[in-house]
């Protein structure tokens, strides 16, 4: 018997999209874009070069600060990853209900 109480244990299928691309400032962004049944529509992005990931959304993407605290990125780097991820994130689905 395990020790460990589990909140859940479940595993899916998803789809990684894998980008690399090097912003107008020369910033280089490699991105690995998860999408899943998860997070209600949202997209799992994990930014390979430093680990950091975060679950996102449109409404992610226009609360200010939020790109620049979680991937650690000044504000023109954030701004391009912002104007990035904005045609690629989508609008949000609600699976649950």
């Known amino acids: 018997m395990s020790d460990f109480d ?4 479940h595993t899916e299928d ?3 999209r894998f980008v690399c691309f090097i912003s107008p400032s020369m910033c280089r962004f490699d991105l690995a874009i998860l ?5 209600y529509g949202k997209k799992l992005i ?3 070069q430093s680990g950091k990931s975060a679950v996102i959304g449109p409404d992610d993407l226009d609360e200010e600060g939020y790109l620049e605290h979680v991937f650690k990125l000044g504000e023109e ?3 391009e990853l912002r ?3 904005y045609q690629i994130v989508g609008t949000v ?3 649950d209900i």
Do not use: K, P
């Open 6 to 9: 589990f909140l859940y244990d």
């Open 46 to 48: 994990i930014d390979l």
């Open 93 to 95: 689905n609600f699976t």
């Open 35 to 39: 999408n899943t049944n998860r997070f």
């Open 83 to 85: 104007s990035f991820l």
């Open 14 to 16: 998803t789809s990684t």
């Open 77 to 79: 780097e954030a701004e």
